[in-house]
Structure formats: structure tokens, C-alpha cells
């Protein structure tokens, strides 16, 4: 009898499943009734998540916790409050904006192109007026 008890193991071991213990991946905390994140199917509480899983905001270096918002471009993350134009600081969460090869994310008036200079022939000048309206 000791010899089968001894091959079988603790019986805690045997008789631990799923649905008797759910616990968060890293600090073992007991998540049931508790908020809890599923990354890269494992169950991490809001804690540890923020601590060692949460984007970096590419603006503020600081962890984009659980109850943010997080804004994602080409694999860059922002929270909400920090996704701004780079030169005039508008906020950009709900505008159309343009992202710069340096990285950079501008909004579209800061983000337009500049037209290039054009030299117009003396009697074509309203087709260059019209060309400039164009740009601006």
C-alpha cells in the first residue's frame, strides 16, 4: 500500500485541475471571481500584467496598463491621451494623420507635404495660382 501512494504521488497533484484552481501565470494569485488578462493563452492578473506584459507607450516610456486605451501603428503603442501630432500636440485619436519614416506622427495640416517651388511662364499665371490653391 505505502508502495502505490509512493508511485502516485501528493494526491494535491492529482487531484489539481483547471476548474479547482485558476491562477495567474506569474504570481500564482488565485484569479477566480478576479479581472484577469488571457496573453499568449496564459491567464496573467491586471497586477502582473501592467508590471510585465503591457506595451511601452512610444511617447511617455511608461507601460500602457489594462484599463487604457492603447493606440497601435506599425508596431508602435501610445496611450489615448499621448497619441499627438509631433508638431503642434493635437490630439490624434480620432484624426486621420501622417506617420514620417523618422517615426514621427504628425496630423494632416502638419503632416502635409510642402509644395515645391514652381517657376510659372508670364502668361500662364492663373494655371500656377491654381496649382498652388491646390497645395495649400
Known amino acids: 500500500m505505502c508502495v502505490i501512494d509512493c508511485v502516485a504521488g501528493p494526491r494535491s497533484y492529482l487531484s489539481s485541475t483547471m476548474t479547482e484552481r485558476f491562477d495567474c501565470f ?10 484577469y488578462v488571457n496573453k ?3 491567464h496573467v492578473c491586471v ?12 511617447e511617455c516610456r511608461r507601460p500602457i496598463g489594462v484599463d487604457a486605451k492603447e ?3 506599425k508596431n508602435r503603442h501610445w496611450h489615448e491621451d499621448c497619441f499627438r501630432c509631433a508638431k503642434c500636440y493635437k490630439p490624434l485619436a480620432n ?7 523618422d517615426g514621427k506622427v504628425m496630423c494632416g495640416k502638419c503632416g ?5 517651388f ?3 511662364p508670364i502668361e500662364s499665371k492663373a494655371s500656377c495660382k491654381e496649382l498652388w490653391n491646390m497645395w495649400m
Not at 506569474?26 to 479581472?35: A, F, I, S
Not at 484624426?95 to 519614416?101: I, L, M, Q, T
Not at 502635409?112 to 515645391?116: K, L
Open 40 to 42: 499568449d493563452d496564459k
Open 71 to 73: 493606440l497601435t501603428h
Open 112 to 116: 502635409a507635404p510642402v509644395p515645391q
Open 118 to 120: 514652381v517657376l510659372c
Open 47 to 58: 497586477r502582473c500584467f501592467d508590471k510585465l506584459c503591457a506595451n511601452t507607450c512610444a
Open 26 to 35: 506569474y504570481c500564482r494569485d488565485n484569479l477566480q471571481g478576479k479581472k
Open 95 to 101: 484624426e486621420s494623420f501622417a506617420a514620417r519614416d
